[in-house]
């Protein structure tokens, strides 16, 4: 293959990428302007699962009744027997729509929806809501006295597991997948090297504190957890459309984020709901 003929299919695949990627941004920004006239219908469980993850290998050999480990473990929790349920669907609820709200979408809410027909009317049923408690290793990264060191700490952690259903009024026949989310806490860590004399010569150590989790730290992480759903679902739709309105046998190059307070487009590699089957 001649180098010339390289160059000028190098070019052509590059034109046509840039074309593509064009074309994408151009329906991203319509789908952004006729988001004003999006609606849709939020419904939240009554109550959040609250599992305790956290193990004590000699005692859970002993106990086979997976009831009474369970119980034992929650009654043992740091932060999951002192949650209000109320409190934390409130807030992140609340999180959820003022940012649906910023970025234009009207929402109503499942028990004030009278059932008359909006154009283009979603819903959305977040169908469970998951407040995991566990312990997990963590390594901090420092870089002390000219070095970069590695320190390995076990830490205390938060998780919220989401899993929503999302709908479209008098379009039965469109069936979405269930959308997963998840977003987790680890205890606060905050801390300096510190050089101390061991047998064989000077030694690194980190000298830290501990700030951690608690009742008020899993009412933050579902207050940003809501936020969080916030944009993944308008860029869940905003996908949607992009997908909708290439070509036909076209698929999308990027999965595309908008950020509404710069009022801008990016390409999204991580932090989006992922698909599961129904």
Same mark, same amino acid.
């Given at each position: 293959?001649?180098?010339?003929?390289?160059?000028?299919?190098?070019?052509?695949?590059?034109?046509?990428?840039?074309?593509?990627?064009?074309?994408? $941004?151009?329906?991203?920004?319509?789908?952004?302007?006729?988001?004003?006239?999006?609606?849709?219908?939020?419904?939240?469980?009554?109550?959040?699962?609250?599992?305790?993850?956290?193990?004590?290998?000699?005692?859970?050999?002993?106990?086979?009744?997976?009831?009474?480990?369970?119980?034992? $473990?929650?009654?043992?929790?740091?932060?999951?027997?002192?949650?209000?349920?109320? +409190?934390?669907?409130?807030?992140?609820?609340?999180?959820?729509?003022?940012?649906?709200?910023?970025?234009?979408?009207?929402?109503?809410?499942?028990?004030?929806?009278?059932?008359?027909?909006?154009?283009?009317?979603?819903?959305?049923?977040?169908?469970?809501?998951?407040?995991?408690?566990?312990?997990?290793?963590?390594?901090?990264?420092?870089?002390?006295?000219?070095?970069?060191?590695?320190?390995?700490?076990?830490?205390?952690?938060?998780?919220?597991?989401?899993?929503?259903?999302?709908?479209?009024?008098?379009?039965?026949?469109? +069936?979405?997948?269930?959308?997963?989310?998840?977003?987790?806490?680890?205890?606060?860590?905050?801390?300096?090297?510190?050089?101390?004399?061991?047998?064989?010569?000077?030694?690194?150590?980190?000298?830290?504190?501990?700030?951690?989790?608690?009742?008020?730290?899993?009412? +933050?992480?579902?207050?940003?957890?809501?936020?969080?759903?916030?944009?993944?679902?308008?860029?869940?739709?905003?996908?949607?459309?992009?997908?909708?309105?290439?070509?036909?046998? +076209?698929?999308?190059?990027?999965?595309?984020?908008?950020?509404?307070?710069?009022?801008?487009?990016?390409?999204?590699?991580?932090?989006?709901?992922?698909?599961?089957?129904?």
């Amino acid at each position: 293959m001649s180098v010339r003929f390289l160059t000028i299919l190098l070019f052509s695949l590059l034109l046509i990428f840039l074309t593509s990627c064009s074309l994408e $941004r151009r329906l991203a920004s319509d789908f952004i302007k006729e988001a004003n006239n999006q609606s849709i219908v939020l419904q939240f469980p009554d109550y959040v699962v609250k599992t305790s993850l956290k193990t004590d290998t000699v005692r859970d050999l002993k106990i086979k009744d997976s009831f009474v480990l369970d119980s034992l $473990r929650f009654q043992e929790s740091l932060v999951l027997k002192y949650v209000n349920d109320s +409190k934390f669907l409130a807030g992140c609820k609340q999180s959820m729509i003022k940012e649906l709200n910023a970025y234009g979408i009207n929402v109503i809410e499942h028990d004030q929806f009278d059932g008359n027909s909006v154009h283009g009317l979603y819903f959305l049923n977040l169908a469970q809501i998951q407040l995991e408690e566990y312990q997990d290793s963590a390594t901090i990264d420092k870089f002390c006295y000219g070095q970069l060191h590695f320190f390995d700490l076990t830490l205390n952690a938060l998780n919220i597991n989401s899993w929503f259903e999302l709908s479209k009024l008098d379009e039965d026949s469109v +069936k979405f997948p269930v959308l997963y989310s998840s977003y987790y806490q680890f205890d606060e860590v905050k801390g300096s090297c510190l050089k101390v004399f061991a047998k064989y010569g000077k030694k690194v150590m980190y000298n830290y504190k501990v700030d951690t989790i608690d009742a008020q730290t899993s009412y +933050k992480l579902a207050s940003e957890a809501g936020k969080r759903y916030a944009s993944n679902f308008f860029d869940y739709l905003l996908n949607i459309y992009v997908q909708d309105h290439l070509p036909e046998g +076209k698929t999308p190059y990027f999965y595309h984020h908008y950020d509404h307070r710069k009022n801008v487009v990016r390409n999204l590699c991580e932090d989006a709901f992922v698909e599961m089957d129904p």
